[in-house]
């Protein structure tokens, strides 16, 4: 089985529009929303839930007021200020970790849990879709990712399918790393911007340290050409594979008011052709062949 | 006033209304809580005045005292620790630095050492001061970098804090105590649903909110219906101009070119004051 995410470190640079255009092109392949507390593939995708899981990330302390005796020692002892001046919780603060537990001589502090989002697994017209949704300001976005890659694999597995796309939340933080550790390839959407540039070095490292293959494209190359040669310079100085550019296109955002992909949406369009041509170099470059070849010449670091 | 900008979806335009008000207004001091992906300094070429490195206290386990007994692993909610009869195995990148094991072990055989997470970089342009972190390539956990970059501001000037996208823990920890919420969204289906998340955080949160509708022109028209049903205020429309896009990607803020937009942006303050009750 074979994994690919789609990154990018900066935010909005086109993740879910490339990851939503590639489940359609690659006719068999299971997706991965892995963008869990913002998710908006299933906006183009459609998926038609077959299956609802319920997902306890995270506990919250919760203290019994009839048994505590107001000695502040929970208080003192909470590194994240999550214990107000009245003794209540404060969720927003708490990170579950039940220091409060053991220090409360009254015992009057537990943990519980709570359900802190969903994972789901889909039907769409294109294949199958493994997503999430973490409830609003819950924390441990990290574990729903890993949940929803389980999922994936599973299904894959399961539906004779060898190919996951996953399409991954913006940073290099904890969702990300959960989103790249132990697949095959990344596709780092790059805008040609001062900080798509920064942000698309940093993503670079984030899968060098993960030893994961890199790939680049720039998207709305034609935004700014001077930054655009730059990335691809970068690129080719550090040995990245440079897979294309696309050009900017209020088609793009024409397709997702449709809630349509942009390769269903104006399927002879110019920018619809450039994506088909990027995704055409991926398959060859993460074909079983070309991934065990790599394997064979660059053994893994760790 | 400590006013915070967020978004839900990335890319909507945080960074650039967090900069082009800063650079409209004055006594600023602008705390870019992106740590993942930093990007103001790009919009500012500050001058560096100090960094400072940015370590978390992990647990540094004393193998003469331990005796195996397995009570520190069990504690741990992160599974940071784990317990072998023959060995303690530590994964630091999963440890929230809470303290609970140092309190658990009977033995007293674990102590704290501190590991590296980040850099803070104190810096300034002109007369705004901006603070940043830079979380190291690798680290899972941006929240404790935050709080540092946080336990800098400076109560006696106007504070901006420039938040990373999302909805959960990095933008919780970076919005939590502000006087007011500017979410920035375009007027797009992944603008307006992710904006849709970013309400209901803030709203949990008792924080109050206005909208900044960036590239106004693209998309539909769902974005404005929601705020006037939710009677949340727009405070700005910045249309999607293509001279806008060049500046930023050149790293330009466009206030700086455009000067009617640096009165827009004053404005923009002074509507947030009053929302504020400040």
Redo the contacts between chains.
């Keep these: 089985m074979r994994q690919i995410t789609v990154l990018s ?5 086109g993740k ?1 529009t490339l990851t939503a255009a590639f489940a359609v092109l690659a006719k068999k392949a299971v997706v991965a929303d892995c ?1 869990v ?2 998710p ?1 593939l299933h ?1 183009l995708l459609h998926p038609e839930i077959i299956q609802t899981q319920e997902f306890k990330g995270s ?1 919250l302390a919760f203290v019994d007021e009839a048994k505590c005796v107001k000695c502040d020692l929970c208080r003192e ?1 909470c ?2 200020k999550a214990i107000t001046e009245n003794f209540k919780v404060d969720q ?2 708490c ?5 409060c537990t ?2 409360c001589p009254a015992n009057a502090i537990a ?1 519980t849990e709570r359900i802190s989002g969903h994972a789901y697994i889909s039907k769409t017209k294109f294949g199958f879709m493994s997503h999430a949704m ?1 409830t ?7 574990k729903l990712v890993t949940l929803v890659r389980q999922n994936s694999k599973i299904l894959a597995a399961k539906e004779n399918i060898n190919l996951i796309i996953i399409d991954c ?10 989103s790249v550790t132990g697949v095959d390839a990344g596709l780092v959407v790059a ?6 540039i ?2 698309l070095k ?1 993503a670079l ?2 899968l060098a ?2 030893d994961v293959l890199p790939f680049v494209c720039v998207n709305m190359h034609d ?2 050409m001077d ?1 655009t040669e730059k990335i691809e310079s970068f690129c080719k100085e550090n040995n990245v594979e440079i897979v294309g550019r696309i050009s900017f296109s ?1 088609e793009v ?1 024409e397709a ?2 449709n ?1 349509k992909t942009i390769i269903k949406y104006s399927p002879g369009s110019v920018v619809a052709k450039e994506i088909e041509a990027v995704w055409e170099k991926i398959s060859v470059l993460i074909s079983e062949n070309n991934l065990n070849e790599r394997v064979a010449h660059e053994p893994k670091k760790r | 006033m400590i006013v915070s900008i967020a978004s839900g979806k990335g890319g909507t335009g945080k960074t650039s209304v967090a900069v082009n008000m800063a650079l409209s207004i004055g006594n600023v001091q602008l705390l870019d809580c992106d740590v993942e992906e930093p990007n103001a300094h790009l919009l500012l070429h500050p001058k560096i005045s100090r960094i400072e490195p940015v370590y978390v206290p992990i647990p540094l386990i004393n193998e003469k005292l331990c005796d195996h007994c397995g009570k520190c692993s069990n504690f741990c909610q992160y599974n940071a620790i784990f317990v072998s009869p023959e060995k303690v195995l530590l994964f630091p990148e999963l440890c929230h630095s809470c303290g609970g094991c140092t309190f658990i072990c009977p033995k007293k055989a674990i102590a704290e050492d501190k590991h590296k997470i980040g850099i803070l970089k104190l810096v300034s342009a002109g007369g705004l001061r901006l603070v940043y972190g830079e979380l190291e390539v690798g680290e899972p956990m941006a929240v404790p970098l935050i709080r540092e970059v946080k336990r800098q501001i400076d109560k006696s000037r106007n504070v901006i804090l420039d938040s990373p996208p999302g909805t959960s823990c990095p933008v919780i920890e970076t919005v939590k105590g502000s006087d007011f919420c500017i979410l920035v969204t375009e007027p797009t289906p992944f603008g307006l649903h992710d904006l849709k998340i970013a309400v209901q955080v803030l709203e949990d949160m008792k924080i109050p909110l206005g909208v900044v509708v960036n590239r106004a022109g693209i998309g539909d028209k769902k974005v404005y219906e929601y705020c006037k049903e939710k009677d949340i205020p727009i405070l700005l429309e910045i249309p999607y101009q293509r001279r806008i896009a060049e500046l930023y990607s050149k790293g330009v803020p466009f206030s700086l070119e455009m000067p009617e937009w640096s009165e827009k942006f004053q404005t923009l303050f002074n509507d947030l004051r009053r929302l504020a009750g400040k």
Aim: negative net charge.
């Design positions: 470190g900066k935010g909005g640079t879910t963008d507390d913002a908006d906006m506990k002892k590194r994240f927003f603060s990170e579950g970790c039940g220091v053991i220090t943990l973490l609003p300001s819950e924390a441990n976005s990290g939340p913006p940073g290099i933080g904890c969702p990300v790393i959960a805008e040609p911007t001062m900080s798509g920064h942000d940093r490292q984030l340290h993960f935004i700014n930054n209020p955002t997702m008011v809630g």
